[in-house]
């Protein structure tokens, strides 16, 4: 039982770029999630999804896609990354509303 | 808009000291409030989780409160070691524009010295 697995761990991207961050989860889990953690500004909700096939925009959506294709998959996509996407980035999933977040070990991600 | 703050921002103790993190929240309408640990570099780790209407969990030396009305959570740490020394933070889940957001603290970094 792994959990909530992040990849990749790291990544360097010059401006303009695009990739995709990958969050599976083994848990079964219904929901799942994206943050990006910046110093001093705490965890910020990107995206989620409340079960295969749905996603719907957090607090800071802007910049990013996501998709769930799969119940134990979640993507994230950055279309044309900026240096204002330099950040962690954490997944995380749960069971239902009222059960623990689950969280992964993260991507640090640097946008030069 | 929920808040949520912690104080203070980091703590340094003794090895075998108990000690208390606080944890309030302005808006008093939440599902659950949940503390997590997290240490450098790593993502975080669940702790306890306290549905609204339940007042305390235990796990081994932790015990979390919830005082809903007050806006307030702890989190107790008995007879400290190293091996405690991380980031702890609070989170509640509150609806929010159509969906239970949570909502996380910036954190109280935690220092036990041997």
């Known amino acids: 039982n792994a959990g909530v697995t992040q990849t990749p761990k790291f990544r360097v991207l010059k401006t303009g770029q695009s990739m995709t961050l990958l969050c599976a989860q083994d848990?079964?889990?219904?929901?799942m999630y994206w943050y990006r953690q910046d110093p001093g500004m705490g965890l910020r909700l990107i995206h989620y999804?409340?079960?295969?096939?749905?996603?719907a925009k957090g607090e800071v959506p802007d910049g990013y896609n996501v998709s769930r294709l799969k119940k134990q998959n979640f993507l994230l996509g950055l279309e044309s990354a900026a240096p204002s996407q330099t950040s962690v980035y954490f997944c995380?999933?749960?069971?239902?509303?009222?059960?623990?977040?689950?969280f992964g070990n993260g991507t640090r991600l640097t946008v030069t | 808009k929920q808040e949520v703050t912690q104080i203070p921002a980091a703590l340094s103790v003794p090895e075998g000291e108990n000690l208390v993190l606080n944890c309030s929240f302005t808006?008093?309408?939440?599902?659950?409030l949940q503390w997590f640990r997290q240490d450098p570099g790593k993502g975080l780790t669940s702790l306890l989780l306290?549905?609204?209407?339940?007042r305390e969990q235990t796990s081994g030396r932790l015990n979390a409160s919830l005082d809903k009305s007050s806006g307030r959570s702890t989190l107790y740490i008995a007879a400290s070691q190293p091996g405690d020394s991380a980031t702890y933070l609070c989170?509640?889940?509150?609806?929010?524009?159509?969906?239970?957001?949570?909502?996380f603290g910036t954190g109280t970094k935690l220092q036990v010295i041997p």
């Open positions: 808006d008093s309408a939440i599902y659950n």
């Open positions: 999804s409340v079960g295969e096939g749905t996603t």
């Open positions: 995380a999933s749960s069971y239902g509303v009222n059960s623990p977040l689950h």
């Open positions: 848990m079964n889990h219904e929901y």
């Open positions: 989170a509640v889940r509150a609806d929010s524009g159509g969906y239970q957001k949570v909502t």
């Open positions: 306290i549905q609204s209407s339940q």
